[in-house]
């Protein structure tokens, strides 16, 4: 078996090898709570174009005056 230079050595605990670096996921919009949706901007399909951009829907949902009411999953019936 070929020796080679290991930079850290592996650290055991509990008789397992212990992983060295974050593994943590890294907070996203899709797995964090947002105040403003997440807008996910996607390529158009062929002969389409895009008319707005991301921040002329932003500045649009800061108008709105009810956000909070409006974003709610659950509507008030």
């Known amino acids: 078996m070929p020796r080679f230079h290991r930079v850290t050595a592996p650290r055991v605990t509990d ?4 992983r060295k670096n974050n ?3 890294t907070p996203s919009c ?3 709570a947002q105040e403003t949706p997440a ?6 399909g062929s002969g389409y174009r895009h008319v707005l951009l991301k921040q002329d829907v932003g500045r649009f949902i800061a108008l709105l005056p009810d956000w909070p009411e409006l974003s709610s999953p659950v509507f008030p019936r």
Not at 39 to 44: G, M, N, V
């Open 30 to 32: 899709y797995n964090t």
């Open 39 to 44: 807008i996910d901007r996607q390529r158009p």
């Open 15 to 18: 008789w397992r090898v212990r």
């Open 23 to 25: 593994w943590r996921h």
